[in-house]
C-alpha cells in the first residue's frame, strides 16, 4: 500500500467523521450534499488507488476506476428519461402550467448534459489550441457541473435529513399553508393538516400541551385566509378551538416562520420550540430557513401523491439554487480564474522550452 493510498484512506475517514458530527450536531444546512458528494469522491479515490495498488494488471482497478462513472452515466440518464415520463403524468393530472413543466425542463437538461459532456471531451481531445479550451471549460463544463453537483448534493442530503426528522416536545406545531380551492384546502394542504395533527400528540410533554398554530394569508385568487381554512378543517376532524392558532399574514414559508413566531410570543411563548410541517419535497428548504432565522425547530414532512414529488422538488431546488447564487458565481469564478491562469502557465512553459530547444539547436 502506497503512502497516496493511506493519506486517501486517512483523508476520507477524517471526511466522514467530520460530516457525521457536524450533521448530528445542527442538522439544517442544505450544503452538507456537497460535503457528502466530497467524501464520496475521497472514498473513490481511496478505492481507485487500493485496486491499483493490489492488482495493478488485473480487470480490478478497471472496475474501480469506471464502474463509477458508468453508473453515473446510467442514473443521469435514467433521472432525465424519467423526469419526461413524470412531467406527461404531471400535466394530465395538474394541468399545463409553468410548476408542472418543471420536471421536464431538469430532464431535458440531464439529457442534454450527457450530449455535452461527450461533445467537450471530444473537442478538448482532439484541439490543438489553447482557446477551445479556455472558452469551452469556464463557460461549458464549470456552469454544467456546478448545476449537476448542487443538484445530486441536494438532492442525496434532502434523502438524508427526512429519515432524521423526529417528534420532539413542542410548544407549538406549525402546518405551513399551500394554497386553497375556492375555500377549502387542497389534498396537498390536507395531508399537511393531518400530519400536524398527527404531530399534536407526539409533540406533547408532561404539563406541556402544544399549540396548533395554521400559517398562511390571503392569496389573491382565494376566498378566504388559508389559516381560516385550515382552521376549519382542523375543527372539523376534532382539534378544539382553543388548541388553534391563526397566522393569517404570511405570503411565503419565510414569512410563515416569521409571523408564526411572533404571534407566539404575543401569547406568552417568547423562544417557543417549534415542530415545523410541511410538505415532504419542502422539508429541507425549510428546515434551513428555521435555522437561518434562529428558530428552535423540527421539521417534519407529510406525504405527497408520488407523482407530484419531482416538480415540487425541483422546485425547492430552484429555489434554493437561486437563494445561494452569489456562492455558485462565486464558485464559478475562482474555478474559472484557476484553469486560465493553468493555461497561462501551460503556455509560458511551452513558450520557454520553446526557447531553451531553439538556443540549444543555434
Same mark, same amino acid.
Given at each position: 500500500m502506497?503512502?497516496?493510498?493511506?493519506?486517501?484512506?486517512?483523508?476520507?475517514l @477524517?471526511?466522514?467523521?467530520?460530516?457525521?458530527?457536524?450533521?448530528?450536531?445542527?442538522?439544517?444546512?442544505?450544503?452538507?450534499?456537497? +460535503?457528502?458528494?466530497?467524501?464520496?469522491?475521497?472514498?473513490?479515490?481511496?478505492?481507485?488507488?487500493?485496486?491499483?495498488?493490489?492488482?495493478?494488471?488485473?480487470?480490478?482497478?478497471?472496475?474501480?476506476?469506471?464502474?463509477?462513472?458508468?453508473?453515473?452515466?446510467?442514473?443521469?440518464f435514467?433521472?432525465?428519461?424519467? !423526469?419526461?415520463?413524470?412531467?406527461?403524468?404531471?400535466v394530465?393530472?395538474? /394541468?399545463?402550467?409553468?410548476a408542472?413543466?418543471?420536471?421536464?425542463?431538469?430532464?431535458?437538461?440531464?439529457?442534454?448534459?450527457?450530449?455535452?459532456?461527450?461533445?467537450?471531451?471530444?473537442?478538448?481531445?482532439?484541439?490543438?489550441? %489553447?482557446?477551445?479550451? @479556455?472558452?469551452?471549460?469556464?463557460?461549458?463544463?464549470?456552469?454544467?457541473?456546478?448545476?449537476v453537483?448542487?443538484?445530486?448534493?441536494?438532492?442525496?442530503?434532502?434523502?438524508?435529513?427526512?429519515?432524521? /426528522?423526529?417528534?420532539?416536545?413542542? #410548544?407549538?406545531?406549525?402546518?405551513?399553508?399551500?394554497?386553497?380551492a375556492?375555500?377549502?384546502?387542497?389534498?396537498?394542504?390536507?395531508?399537511?393538516?393531518?400530519? +400536524?395533527?398527527?404531530?399534536? #400528540?407526539?409533540?406533547?410533554?408532561?404539563?406541556?400541551?402544544?399549540?396548533?398554530?395554521?400559517?398562511?394569508?390571503?392569496?389573491?385568487?382565494?376566498?378566504?385566509?388559508?389559516?381560516?381554512?385550515?382552521?376549519? %378543517?382542523?375543527? #372539523?376532524? /376534532?382539534?378544539?378551538?382553543?388548541r388553534?392558532?391563526?397566522?393569517?399574514?404570511?405570503?411565503?414559508t419565510?414569512?410563515?416562520?416569521?409571523?408564526?413566531?411572533?404571534? !407566539?410570543?404575543?401569547?406568552?411563548?417568547?423562544?417557543?420550540?417549534?415542530?415545523?410541517?410541511?410538505?415532504?419535497?419542502?422539508?429541507?428548504? @425549510?428546515?434551513?430557513?428555521?435555522?437561518?432565522?434562529?428558530?428552535?425547530?423540527?421539521?417534519?414532512?407529510?406525504?405527497?401523491?408520488? %407523482?407530484?414529488?419531482?416538480?415540487?422538488?425541483?422546485?425547492?431546488?430552484?429555489?434554493?439554487?437561486?437563494?445561494?447564487?452569489?456562492?455558485?458565481?462565486?464558485?464559478?469564478? =475562482?474555478?474559472?480564474?484557476?484553469?486560465?491562469?493553468?493555461?497561462? !502557465?501551460?503556455?509560458?512553459?511551452? +513558450?520557454?522550452?520553446?526557447?531553451?530547444?531553439?538556443? /540549444?539547436? =543555434?
Amino acid at each position: 500500500m502506497t503512502i497516496a493510498t493511506i493519506c486517501f484512506g486517512v483523508l476520507a475517514l @477524517a471526511l466522514w467523521a467530520v460530516m457525521g458530527v457536524r450533521i448530528v450536531r445542527e442538522p439544517r444546512h442544505t450544503g452538507y450534499g456537497m +460535503g457528502i458528494i466530497g467524501c464520496v469522491v475521497a472514498t473513490w479515490i481511496f478505492v481507485v488507488l487500493l485496486a491499483t495498488g493490489l492488482s495493478p494488471e488485473s480487470d480490478l482497478a478497471d472496475i474501480a476506476v469506471f464502474g463509477p462513472v458508468v453508473l453515473v452515466f446510467g442514473a443521469v440518464f435514467a433521472a432525465g428519461v424519467y !423526469l419526461l415520463v413524470n412531467t406527461v403524468i404531471v400535466v394530465r393530472r395538474e /394541468g399545463l402550467r409553468v410548476a408542472t413543466l418543471v420536471p421536464a425542463v431538469f430532464g431535458l437538461f440531464l439529457l442534454t448534459v450527457l450530449v455535452a459532456t461527450v461533445v467537450t471531451a471530444v473537442a478538448l481531445l482532439t484541439v490543438e489550441s %489553447y482557446t477551445p479550451i @479556455a472558452l469551452l471549460v469556464p463557460f461549458v463544463v464549470i456552469p454544467i457541473a456546478i448545476l449537476v453537483i448542487a443538484l445530486v448534493g441536494y438532492s442525496t442530503y434532502a434523502i438524508v435529513y427526512s429519515r432524521l /426528522g423526529r417528534p420532539v416536545p413542542s #410548544d407549538a406545531v406549525v402546518v405551513l399553508g399551500a394554497g386553497l380551492a375556492g375555500d377549502r384546502v387542497t389534498p396537498l394542504l390536507a395531508a399537511r393538516i393531518d400530519r +400536524g395533527i398527527e404531530m399534536l #400528540d407526539a409533540a406533547a410533554s408532561p404539563g406541556r400541551e402544544p399549540l396548533l398554530v395554521m400559517s398562511g394569508g390571503k392569496g389573491d385568487d382565494e376566498a378566504l385566509a388559508e389559516a381560516e381554512a385550515m382552521a376549519r %378543517y382542523a375543527i #372539523d376532524a /376534532g382539534i378544539e378551538e382553543g388548541r388553534i392558532v391563526r397566522e393569517d399574514t404570511s405570503t411565503t414559508t419565510e414569512e410563515n416562520l416569521i409571523n408564526s413566531r411572533a404571534l !407566539l410570543a404575543e401569547i406568552g411563548h417568547p423562544a417557543p420550540a417549534l415542530t415545523v410541517v410541511t410538505s415532504d419535497f419542502h422539508v429541507l428548504r @425549510a428546515a434551513s430557513l428555521t435555522r437561518r432565522l434562529g428558530l428552535d425547530a423540527t421539521v417534519i414532512g407529510a406525504s405527497t401523491a408520488r %407523482y407530484y414529488v419531482p416538480a415540487g422538488f425541483l422546485r425547492e431546488f430552484t429555489a434554493c439554487l437561486v437563494h445561494y447564487r452569489r456562492i455558485n458565481l462565486m464558485v464559478w469564478a =475562482a474555478a474559472s480564474c484557476l484553469v486560465w491562469a493553468m493555461l497561462a !502557465l501551460i503556455w509560458y512553459l511551452s +513558450g520557454l522550452q520553446t526557447e531553451l530547444v531553439e538556443a /540549444g539547436v =543555434a
